[in-house]
């Protein structure tokens, strides 16, 4: 069964450092979103993907973060500068159509030291 | 802006027991959907509804549009359901695709 799977599983960076977070989507699927869970909170929405430009982003979603579908089936979230604040668990979700369910990945858990 | 609200936040059940969890929320919606997130933290989709009902083996969901209420029910529970069970929905439009989430339900299920 088609997964959507992310890397790395898990992140370690110093405060300020660059971090890449990578997704590959279902292979059919034309809409992606990148989710983030800190630590005993809920999941919360970052942006939505479609048709190669951002479809919706949220408050959390400002100009230290981007994304990025550098070829056919990568989808990355950047993080420009990281805080302690950015630790967190970030998920990757996929859908074919916005009718269909979001499938997610298993989740990069991303620490800021 | 939607507020999900799931009860209860913990619940403890003996194995075979019927299991019931709510989640209520405030704006109209087009889509519901109940998630399990297992302790290593990923992510399963069980369901998605827009209206009535929907069963995938002991599992059981439904939803009334009109109250803005779901229900996840779990027949004949068994420890290896223990998860967390969260709702999110999903608002309508044509970008109106992200999910907002619920604080999630902690299950669980002793033998």
């Known amino acids: 069964e088609p997964e959507v799977t992310q890397t790395p599983s898990h992140q370690v960076t110093q405060m300020g450092q660059e971090v890449i977070l990578r997704c590959v989507p279902i292979?059919?699927?034309?809409?992606f979103y990148w989710y983030r869970q800190i630590l005993g909170q809920k999941v919360e929405f970052l942006v939505s993907?479609?048709?190669?430009?951002?479809?919706?982003k949220s408050e959390i979603f400002d100009d230290q973060f981007s994304v990025e579908r550098p070829d056919g089936s990568n989808f990355t979230l950047k993080i420009r500068s990281t805080k302690l604040e950015d630790s967190a668990m970030y998920f990757c979700?996929?859908?074919?159509?916005?009718?269909?369910?979001?499938?997610f990945g298993p989740g990069t858990r991303l620490l800021v030291l | 802006k939607n507020e999900v609200e799931q009860s209860p936040q913990n619940l403890t059940a003996q194995e075979g027991e019927f299991i019931t969890i709510n989640c209520s929320y405030s704006?109209?919606?087009?889509?519901l959907h109940w998630l399990q997130q297992h302790p290593g933290g990923g992510i399963v989709s069980l369901f998605m509804?827009?209206?009535g009902k929907k069963k995938h083996g002991r599992l059981i969901a439904t939803i009334n549009i009109q109250e803005k209420h779901s229900s996840l029910h779990i027949t004949a529970s068994h420890p290896r359901d223990s998860a967390v069970y969260i709702c999110a929905v999903k608002s309508p439009g044509e970008y109106g695709n992200k999910l907002v989430f619920g604080a999630g339900t902690i299950l669980r299920v002793k033998s």
């Open positions: 979700a996929s859908s074919g159509t916005l009718q269909e369910t979001q499938y």
């Open positions: 509804l827009s209206s």
């Open positions: 993907f479609y048709n190669n430009e951002i479809s919706e």
């Open positions: 292979s059919n699927h034309l809409y």
């Open positions: 704006v109209g919606i087009s889509a």
